[in-house]
């Protein structure tokens, strides 16, 4: 697996940093509201970029850029993430990882060996809803296994949901509230359609719902709010 995709500057993939974003072509989900459908679908036809064109660049870009974020696809699919990211962090960069959660044992693996400074872990759903929200029946002990393993970890971390209307109730939230309780930061994102989506035609949950799901998951959650909504 290589990177397939690159937004070259970023300010909002990860707070407070300007940013490159890279993404990985593949994944173990198929979630129907997924934007990066052809990454996902057909990681074969994606197009490669050459490592050393990345290097380069970030090489040049020390003190303008101060973070790369790794995102997919589902990037700890990656055989040689490990390495890859060994090679960003000795450029000096911070690096943020985006996950499904699907590979704890990878997860561990990189903040044992102190390769990542930042996690933004979906939470596809409430647990009786998942595998219908994921598009695929899994292991659902490995997304709890991630969950555990952030919560009991010293790196700053995020849990977040993409909020789709046909997808997630009230009690949904509720029951994520419930799961992840005492995680210190829960964002719920707006969801945008677009034909890039696998299934184009969802709608986004209302702000108005978006808001009464904020107040029952901050009874259990650290921090709450919303994501790409209007103020």
């Known amino acids: 697996m290589d990177f397939s995709g690159w937004e070259k500057l970023s300010l909002l993939d990860f707070d407070e940093h300007i940013s490159t974003t890279l993404f990985v072509a593949g994944c173990d989900f198929r979630c129907p509201f997924c934007h990066n459908s052809s990454l996902v679908l057909a990681p074969g036809k994606a197009p490669r970029i050459p490592w050393q064109e990345i290097m380069n660049y970030l090489s040049k870009r020390k003190g303008i850029l101060d973070a790369v974020c790794i995102s997919g696809g589902e990037p700890t699919m990656m055989e040689d993430l490990k390495e890859k990211i060994g090679d960003i962090k000795s450029l000096g960069y911070e690096v943020k990882l985006d996950t499904n959660g699907s590979r704890p044992e990878v997860l561990q693996d990189l903040l044992d060996k102190k ?117």
């Open 115 to 231: 390769l990542i400074d930042y996690v933004a872990m979906d939470i596809k759903n409430s647990k009786e809803k998942y595998a219908m929200t994921s598009g695929v029946l899994l292991e659902l002990s490995k997304v709890e296994k991630s969950i555990d393993i952030l919560k009991s970890s010293q790196i700053p971390f995020e849990f977040r949901t993409t909020a789709i209307l046909e997808y997630h109730s009230l009690r949904d939230f509720e029951e994520i509230g419930k799961w992840i309780k005492g995680a210190p930061k829960y964002f719920i994102q707006r969801y945008i359609d677009n034909e890039n989506c696998i299934r184009h035609g969802l709608h986004e949950l209302p702000k108005e719902k978006a808001l009464e799901a904020k107040a029952l998951l901050e009874k259990n959650i650290g921090f709450v709010d919303l994501r790409g909504y209007s103020v």
